[in-house]
């Protein structure tokens, strides 16, 4: 039996996969001792922090980035919410929190929208964000429902609750917001990647759809999506 590691380079990601070949039915045992020192060997890497997806005779680990807002991230899971035209699914947005390229996203979907509501705290809601709530108002007719709160803890005790389906934008960092009202369809996209709200809102308000790349990471067919894209253009490279 061989151990082979392929290292997989994203521009903000490096991603580790390491398989057991040559190894048949009867050395199973074997096989899995094999796969849990190289988990071990990984894990004392500090660049490294979880198993993305795991496969009989192989994982992939690597480290988790931090930078799921950035523009990129942002577009890909936009995709989730939006339409083949790529329009948002609904007319009604709730905004958590605030990000460099949400005005972009925003008035990307202005034709689209037919309410926003928005959730940031005082010391978050600055001049820029005051210029994109006049530009929907004075230039698409578009009032934007300012909901400011104190600190960024009072995200905690945001409770949302909309009749029709909708879109929500997640960009807090807060685990605790509750999505129980919400009606059936919509669709969460969270942002920042936060496990403990993906556990929350996929246990407690089964009728929202939830995304985040982090999910996408811990699905394996996603993973595999991804690391074949990389492949393919040639930013793979064996380590062992």
């Not at 930078?67 to 699914?89: A, F, I, S, T």
């Not at 709730?94 to 010391?123: C, E, H, Q």
């Amino acid at each position: 039996m061989t151990v082979c590691r392929t290292e997989y380079l994203f521009r903000d990601y490096r991603l580790v996969r390491a398989a057991v070949t040559g190894a048949d039915g009867t050395e199973q045992k074997q096989t899995e001792q094999i796969l849990r020192e190289q988990l071990r060997e990984l894990t004392e890497d500090p660049d490294h922090t979880y198993i993305v997806c795991r496969e009989p005779l192989s994982f992939y680990y690597g480290r988790e980035f931090r930078e799921y807002r950035q523009q990129e991230w942002v577009e890909h899971l936009l995709r989730y919410g939006e339409d083949v035209m790529g329009h948002p699914l609904w007319p009604d947005v709730i905004v958590l929190g605030k990000n460099p390229f949400l005005s972009y996203v925003l008035l990307r979907y202005v034709a689209a929208l037919r309410s926003v509501k928005w959730y940031l705290t005082d010391r978050e809601y600055r001049e820029e964000e005051d210029e994109l709530t006049w530009e929907l108002e004075d230039e698409y007719g578009l009032i934007p429902e300012i909901r400011l709160l104190p600190e960024a803890a009072d995200y905690d005790r945001v409770r949302l609750e909309a009749t029709a389906p909708c879109l929500v934008l997640d960009f807090s960092d807060s685990d605790k917001v509750y999505g129980g009202g919400l009606a059936a369809g919509s669709v969460w996209l969270d942002f920042p990647a936060s496990e403990e709200k993906e556990r929350r809102v996929t246990s407690g308000c089964p009728q929202i759809r939830y995304f985040s790349m982090k999910k996408e990471w811990k699905d394996p067919r996603k993973a595999l999506e991804y690391l074949d894209t990389i492949s393919k253009n040639g930013y793979n490279n064996s380590v062992d």
